[in-house]
Each structure stands twice: as C-alpha cells, then as structure tokens.
C-alpha cells in the first residue's frame, strides 16, 4: 500500500537541499490524498508510532501538551491556544494540519514556521529512524514522519508547552502518542464515516480517544448522544470531563463594534478566576463555543501554574492568525479563503461573510473533492452566492471535475449563474471580471483550493517585490 521512490534509497545523512527532503516526504503514502473508499481502516495503528518515536529516543514524553480532538473548529482552537500562551510569554509549538502553501506551516513555534534547516534535519533522523523499524512495522505514513517530525523539534527546541492538533479520529491517530496536560474536544459532526463510523456516537468515541486518566479534558456544548459516549469514556479510564456551559461557566452575547459589526463576546470560568467579555478573533458565530474552549484551555492551565494574565490573553486572542478562515489574500479586488469543505463550514463561511463582509455582491470561487457531501454544499450555494465560478484544485487528485458540478448546480431551482474554470488561476481571474470595486470573491470547498490561490497571490507578491 504505501508508496515508494528511489528518494528512499537516499544515503543516511542530511538531505542535499530542501527540495529533496520534501521529495522524500511526498513519496510516502499521504491518506489525505487518497480517496475515503479506498483507505483500510486497518490501516490506522500505534503500533508503529510508538516505535518510530522509542527509535528517536521518545522525545516527545519531555513535553507539556494541550491536544485538541474534533470534527470541526480543532485547528481554530488550536490557533487560539497557542497564540494566547505565546501572548504571555510561553515559547509554544503548534502542530496543525492541513497546511495551506508551505508545509512547514504544520510545525510552528512562537508563531513562525520552523527554518528550513531546523525541519529538513529533524526529517533526516526520523527518515533514518522509520528506515530501521521498517522491516518489522512497514513503511511509516506522511503523516506519521510528519508527526515525528514536529514532536521532535518541539521537544529539541525546548518548547514550554505544545499545542497539538489530532489528524484524524483521535483514538488510533498518530499524535495519539503524546501524554496531554490537557485536552479539548471540539464539536462532532459527521465526517470521514468510512473511516470513523456512520454515526455521531461512533465518531465520538473515536475521538474521545484522546482522553487520559487523571487529566482534565472539556469538550464544546455537544448533542447528548455525543455527551453521553464522552461520559462513558471519562469513567472507564479514570478521565476528568468537563462540558462548556455545563460544568464550566460559559456565555455568549453580541457586541457592535466599530468597523467590524455584531460579533460575539465569550465569558469563560468563574467571575474572577476566568475571563469576561472576551472578543472572538474569527469571523462568525460559529467560532464563539471554539473560544470559549480555548479559554476554558488556558483556565485549566492557570490551574496547572501557568500565569495567563486576562490582559495577556485578550491581546492573545486577537493577534490570532486566520490563516483559511475568511483570509483576506489580495484586495482589490478583495479574495477571501477559506478551508470550508462540509455542509455545515460552508454555510457558516458564507453567513459570516455576509454578517461580517460589507460587499454589493460575492462571487463564489468553488472546488471539492470528490468524497464529500456536494449536493449538501450545492444547496449552501444556492442560498449564499451570488454568482458561482467553478474549478478545481491543481493540486488535489480527488479534486470533482467542475462541469460536473456545474451540470449538478444548474439542477437547483433559483441556481444564480455560474461558470466553469478548469484551473484556480483561470477561475480567479473569471471571478474578478465579473465583480466591482465594491464586491468580493469568496473562495471556498477545499483547503487545497484555498492554499492553491494564497499561494498564487504570494508568488504574485514575492515576485512583484524581486522584479
């Protein structure tokens, strides 16, 4: 099953440059390439990330880590976390995924990607070190070395603390392997079923996997069904749980303020001992119960002895980078990224944009995998766009060829118009003839497709800047 290249056959050592280290790195068997029906749940295993970080000495037992598990807002959270621990002074690592235009946007500490030569020498050891369990455990994933990689780095660089984004599932996912100071459980929908299961319960349970004897872990308001699988999980192994608005004060309410309009204000914790009136850093009301997670985070850690000033944390909170989620990457005209790629992320995108976004009308850039829940998202487009540009994602092989969405779109009673781009720069540049000075394009349905058009305003950027 995984895949192979002569890059594999390298000499030990360092890499010659970092185009061959991310040769090596490509040439494994990347899952989130790869087509749900065609992945064998039994695939997902310890087993072999357990050994390939005893191989490296098991650097990651020397780490403090929040290790956040979810359907969706876990990246979001994660954000928040880290950028408030970083705000009151913490060195801290943040290890994300999906990246956008770089893959070291994955491994961050204090904010910044990893160097170069920091991340290119840390793949060379574990590259050496999944060499040697290869024999006996098989080829370790992308994702796998990708893993190692940054729990090695976090811990090399001394790292305060880690905040730690599960891959997929939790239970059996690879950063599985870290021993949490705390964790967080973000909201459960249906996603990856066959993977995961067909049923929120059961996706429950596999990302309540995470959670550890005698360590705290808070999960979001969740249906009761989920509440219950959680519950259930906390008393077999000994696990503290905590639910948002349950067990930990938690309120929401709106605020106008200028030049942003209503958005939402989180109180988190005990009056005094929490945080009141707490902005949320990202655009809509979808992310207030993802802040007030991550402020519940930061709480239980005040309690484990750091010192998270309130001052600290709310100028934390709003130095929180976007990256995908309703991005600005180029104005005029304005184009807006986004990672929503499920029913539910792209009907939050657009109300957002259009609580948030003062426009006359938007032009909806996009593009999806073949494997998700389009005729849901056809329907979010229907109702959100005004007019819709269809493409697909160089850089997806599962991308859906964009006739056929189109073909599918135009179905819809009171579908508004739309046009096919084969390719996210040609449709770009449909969208910006299309729209005013006073208009926005919105790009969604894929963080392949959303990274793709960053990365091409970057390079229009970078090469404006050497011209």
């Known amino acids: 099953m995984p895949a192979t290249s002569a890059h594999d056959d390298q000499d030990r050592g360092p890499f010659v440059n970092h185009e061959a280290a991310l040769a090596f790195l490509n040439s494994r068997t990347n899952f989130e390439r790869v087509r749900q029906d065609r992945i064998d749940a039994d695939e997902f295993k310890l087993d072999r990330m357990h050994a390939l970080m005893a191989e490296l000495g098991d650097p990651h037992k020397s780490l403090r880590v929040v290790h956040i598990a979810g359907s969706k807002g876990k990246g979001s959270t994660c954000e928040m976390v880290a950028s408030c621990l970083e705000a009151c002074g913490y060195t801290t690592g943040l290890f994300t995924s999906p990246h956008l235009v770089d893959v070291r946007e994955r491994i961050r500490i204090g904010g910044d990607m990893v160097l170069r ?270 007019k819709v540009v269809f493409t697909r994602s160089t850089l997806n092989p599962r991308a859906m060829d964009p006739a056929e969405l189109a073909r599918r779109f135009a179905e819809r009673e009171d579908a508004p118009m739309a046009l096919v781009e084969q390719d996210p720069r040609g449709a770009i540049n449909a969208a910006a003839r299309a729209v005013g000075k006073h208009d926005v394009v919105l790009v969604i349905g894929s963080f392949y497709l959303a990274g793709e058009v960053k990365g091409m305003f970057e390079a229009k950027r970078a090469g404006a800047a050497n011209a």
């Open 117 to 386: 030569e920091i991340f290119d020498e840390a793949l060379a050891r574990v590259r050496d070190a999944a060499r040697a369990i290869e024999k006996k455990l098989g080829p370790a994933t992308y994702f796998e070395i990708l893993t190692a990689v940054g729990l090695l780095i976090f811990a090399e660089q001394a790292v305060d603390i880690a905040v730690v984004e599960v891959g997929l599932g939790g239970r059996l996912d690879c950063t599985n392997v870290v021993q949490p100071t705390v964790v967080g459980l973000t909201e459960i929908q249906l996603e990856h079923t066959q993977i995961l299961g067909d049923t929120l319960e059961k996706i429950a349970a596999e990302k309540a996997g995470i959670m550890k004897p005698g360590v705290v872990g808070i999960s979001v308001p969740q249906t009761d069904a989920v509440l219950d699988v959680f519950r259930q999980k906390a008393a077999e192994i000994g696990a503290d749980l905590r639910i948002l608005a349950q067990d930990i004060v938690y309120s929401c309410r709106f605020e106008a303020a200028f030049g942003r309009g209503p958005h939402p204000k989180v109180c988190v914790g005990e009056e005094g001992k929490g945080f009141e009136h707490l902005s949320v850093p990202f655009l809509g009301e979808h992310q207030a119960p993802n802040c007030g997670l991550a402020l519940a985070i930061l709480c239980e850690l005040r309690n484990k002895g750091f010192e998270l000033p309130e001052r600290s944390v709310a100028a934390g909170l709003q130095q929180t980078p976007r990256r995908g989620r309703l991005e600005e990457v180029h104005a005029p005209p304005r184009v807006i990224v986004d990672g929503a790629h499920t029913p539910e992320s792209v009907r939050a995108a657009l109300r957002a944009a259009g609580a948030h976004l003062k426009y006359d009308s938007m032009v909806v850039v996009f593009g999806c995998a073949t494997d998700k829940q389009i005729d849901a998202m056809l329907d979010e487009l229907v109702r959100g766009a005004d």
